[in-house]
């Protein structure tokens, strides 16, 4: 059975990951904000999952060691991509 995936519902998970990934930092919204370059507004929306530019996504990434496995998974799916032999 397939499964059937929003825009909405990663943004709401990415917005989820990154207040509890805050929290378990102790860092309110205002620190993360000035910790990254960004405003506090920019930070609520994000976790309230209201359209987070790239760069906001990549910034709290890099903040929280992620950036290095999530270019790794995007590097895995364009080898994938480009190694693949065609079917024709």
């Known amino acids: ?40 507004f920019t930070i609520a929306k994000l976790e309230n999952g209201e359209n987070p530019t790239l760069e906001t996504l990549l910034k709290v990434l890099q903040y929280f060691d992620k950036l290095k496995s999530f270019n790794h998974f995007i590097s895995d799916e364009h080898d994938d991509l480009t190694n693949s032999q065609s079917m024709y």
Do not use: H, P, Y
């Open 1 to 40: 059975m397939l499964e059937f995936v929003t825009i909405k519902d990663v943004k709401s998970n990415v917005g989820a990951w990154c207040r509890s990934m805050r929290k378990a930092e102790k860092l309110t919204k205002q620190e993360l904000a000035e910790e990254l370059g960004l405003s506090r």
